[in-house]
């Protein structure tokens, strides 16, 4: 299994700040029966970036120009950095993309109103999607803990890298923006899993 993982890197891609939204909540911020509209295909199958964006506001802060992701979702989840975080003046938890029980409250702005989010803002565990079949072949199971190795001249090992395992999924690393930077990644580097 040592083989199969260091002779076939991952492509790892950074995810800046963006928000996913439910409908209920895309209907107030943008209006009734309001369509997204894509702006380009992400790596992972039916996600796009879309043109809206959001703002942010915090109790000490705000942050303009927050990206939508596609398609809609059952919540809404807002993913920020940690910097982005004390820019706003809250303290976030990090977890799980979608582990939004008793996470953070933040404000969303849109051109048509806007939303006191009780709670769904985290910074998300980094993470590797898997399918079915990519998770075989590297022999993890969903949720199992990782370690990943970037080379380079920043290079870094990053711990604790969360296994995603679904057929839904693609093979795609995922690292925050502030990750990224230390490692030196950018989008398509390839990674090691250890």
Excluded: W
């Excluded at 992972?44 to 043109?51: K, L, M, R, S």
């Excluded at 048509?112 to 998770?135: Q, T, Y």
Aim: overall charge positive.
């Amino acid at each position: 299994m040592q083989n199969n993982r260091a002779n076939n890197p991952i492509i790892t891609n950074i995810s800046n700040r963006h928000i996913h939204l439910s409908k209920d909540v895309m209907e107030t911020l943008f209006g009734k029966d309001y369509q997204l509209t894509k702006t380009k295909d992400l790596m992972q199958p039916g996600e796009h970036a879309c043109n809206e964006t959001l703002t942010l506001v915090g109790p000490k802060n705000s942050i303009e120009k927050v990206r939508v992701l596609g398609p809609l979702r059952k919540q809404t989840q807002v993913e920020v950095s940690v910097s982005d975080a004390i820019r706003l003046g809250i303290s976030v938890n990090i977890r799980l993309s979608g582990d939004l029980s008793g996470s953070q409250p933040v404000k969303l702005v849109g051109p048509k109103g806007s939303v006191d989010l009780k709670e769904g803002c985290i910074v998300a565990k980094r993470h590797i999607h898997f399918s079915a079949k990519d998770a075989e072949f590297y022999g993890v199971k969903d949720k199992d803990i990782l370690s990943l190795k970037i080379d380079g001249e920043r290079g870094l090992v990053f711990n604790n890298v969360i296994a995603r395992v679904s057929d839904k999924m693609v093979l795609e690393c995922h690292l925050d923006i502030e990750e990224a930077n230390a490692a030196g990644v950018k989008n398509g580097t390839m990674a090691t899993l250890l």
